[in-house]
């Protein structure tokens, strides 16, 4: 595993969406997303593994990924992206747990007006995005609830053809700690998950992400947080609790170390 992509550096955290076209011209390595996202090849030829599964990825494949999906991307010379990236809260709980509980890769074959009505979704998604009045956030919670359910509609039509994904231990252990990160799991109940040891699930767990697994949940919690400090008035303590600290002070001193300032100059910072 080379990376694991924190939302900070993709995710606007007002809108809690970005919108961009790029592209490929590289091999992106394997690697994991803290956020969600969709992407779309409107050009090129390359491959991708997703999950351990291959695909062709041409004009038309979609796919969805979740923080518990591992993938890397190979450009056989270039490949020509949209890609819309998606905050945990950009969303409502229940349609993302949904998509993060589905038991197979989420990757589909569109055709050309299908590949029209996407432009459309994206076009949309872009020019809320420079409105800036108050419906806005709404509008584009909207926006991406509806894109979601017809891709998961879309996928429907075919997921008989695309292999499942639950019996790769590591997954369902990623799966479990995305799902229950702000109920602190221990290592060993993570080890449980997947049928490990404590002490080879730890030595797993960091050869994926490249962090001890104690570290990596604080992580989580934190980048959490900063979504909600950014895009909510909630106060402190009720932060601290939705992201499974124990204690205020606990979040507070955290957060700290982890980004050089106190959560409330972080809203003043950050916050619409």
């Known amino acids: 595993m080379n990376s694991i992509l924190p939302s900070d550096d993709w995710v606007d955290p007002k809108r809690k969406v970005t919108v961009t076209e790029k ?30 599964s291959m695909y062709e990825l041409k004009r038309g494949v979609l796919y969805f990924l979740s923080p518990v999906d591992f993938h890397s991307v190979t450009p056989e010379k270039e490949l020509d992206l949209i890609n819309i990236s998606l905050a945990h809260n950009a969303v409502s709980p229940g349609l993302l747990n949904t998509l993060i509980n589905h038991s197979e890769n989420l990757i589909i074959q569109l055709n050309e007006h299908e590949l029209a009505q996407f432009e459309l979704w994206k076009e949309l998604l872009c020019e809320d995005g420079s409105a800036g009045d108050a419906a806005s956030g709404l509008y584009t919670k909207n926006l991406l609830e509806c894109l979601l359910i017809w891709i998961m509609r879309k996928d429907n039509l075919s997921h008989d053809s695309k292999p499942g994904k639950d019996s790769l231990p590591m997954y369902r252990c990623m799966r479990h700690l995305f799902l229950h990160f702000n109920e602190s799991p221990s290592l060993n109940e993570m080890a449980k998950t997947g049928g490990y040891s404590a002490s080879y699930f730890s030595k797993l767990f960091h050869e994926a992400t490249g962090k001890i697994y104690v570290d990596f949940l604080t992580d989580l919690k934190l980048n959490y947080a900063r979504m909600l400090l950014a895009s909510t008035k909630e106060s ?20 700290r170390k982890k980004t050089g300032m106190s959560p409330t100059q972080y809203r003043k910072q950050n916050s619409g």
């Open 23 to 52: 592209t490929l011209r590289r091999v992106a390595g394997l690697h994991m997303h803290d956020f969600f996202e969709i992407e779309l090849v409107v050009g090129g030829h390359g491959t991708q593994n997703l999950n351990g």
């Open 236 to 255: 402190m303590i009720s932060i601290a609790s939705d992201c499974g600290f124990t204690s205020l002070s606990n979040f507070n001193r955290s957060f």
